[in-house]
T-cell receptor
Framework: NAGVMQNPRHLVRRRGQEARLRCSPMKGHSHVYWYRQLPEEGLKFMVYLQKENIIDESGMPKERFSAEFPKEGPSILRIQQVVRGDSAAYFC??????????FGPGTRLTVL | QKEVEQDPGPLSVPEGAIVSLNCTYSNSAFQYFMWYRQYSRKGPELLMYTYSSGNKEDGRFTAQVDKSSKYISLFIRDSQPSDSATYLCAMSALGARDDKIIFGKGTRLHILP
């Protein structure tokens, strides 16, 4: 049984470009969460989605960031016009809605 | 005051020692408590999951929750070098099954061979 899958594992972008991060939840999980982790910092909640719905986006920056979880396919975290401060590890987690969240390996975004 | 406080360490202990990791929190609504282990450049891995106060044991790991003191602990017995990692406490509120989880910053643990 495959765990949470994220791709790419590493992503390099220049300032002003767009970054697209993908997350495929565990089989049977319909809840997806995105977190950001900066060096020496804890995991910061960004957004919680269920299929085709954003449930809680209270941790998302108001501009340039968006997320979706379509009926078919992976969840996508999109960052437009990236800046150096967006460099971080972005983790996706999935759950069956019972608080236990299982994390993917993360995508490490580097903005040059 | 932050919702969840966790000493970042690093904490270095000799192999075979008992390790004690802990977190304090301020939100009395938290009812679900978790410990995650994160190896360098990897995703967090769920270690222990407890509900409300009490103890839970799984192999060499024991999780304790003291809601009256708003204090949770993770004990590791017979520590091994492979236990060297960052340990994150996490918690969420009762009754909100889909409530977001609040994480501590993590404690870096080094087990010295």
């Amino acid at each position: 049984n495959a765990g949470v899958m994220q791709n790419p594992r590493h992503l390099v972008r220049r300032r002003g470009q767009e970054a697209r991060l993908r997350c495929s939840p565990m089989k049977g999980h319909s809840h997806v969460y995105w977190y950001r982790q900066l060096p020496e910092e804890g995991l910061k909640f960004m957004v919680y989605l269920q299929k085709e719905n954003i449930i809680d986006e209270s941790g998302m920056p108001k501009e340039r960031f968006s997320a979706e979880f379509p009926k078919e396919g992976p969840s996508i975290l999109r960052i437009q016009q990236v800046v150096r401060g967006d460099s971080a590890a972005y983790f996706c987690a999935s759950s069956a809605g019972l608080n236990e969240q299982f994390f993917g390996p993360g995508t490490r975004l580097t903005v040059l | 005051q932050k919702e969840v406080e966790q000493d970042p360490g690093p904490l270095s202990v000799p192999e075979g020692a008992i390790v004690s990791l802990n977190c304090t929190y301020s939100n009395s609504a938290f009812q679900y408590f978790m410990w995650y282990r994160q190896y360098s450049r990897k995703g967090p891995e769920l270690l222990m999951y407890t509900y409300s106060s009490g103890n839970k044991e799984d192999g060499r790991f024991t999780a304790q929750v003291d809601k009256s003191s708003k204090y949770i602990s993770l004990f590791i017995r017979d520590s091994q070098p492979s236990d060297s990692a960052t340990y994150l406490c996490a918690m969420s509120a009762l009754g909100a099954r889909d409530d977001k989880i609040i994480f501590g910053k993590g404690t870096r643990l080094h087990i010295l061979p």
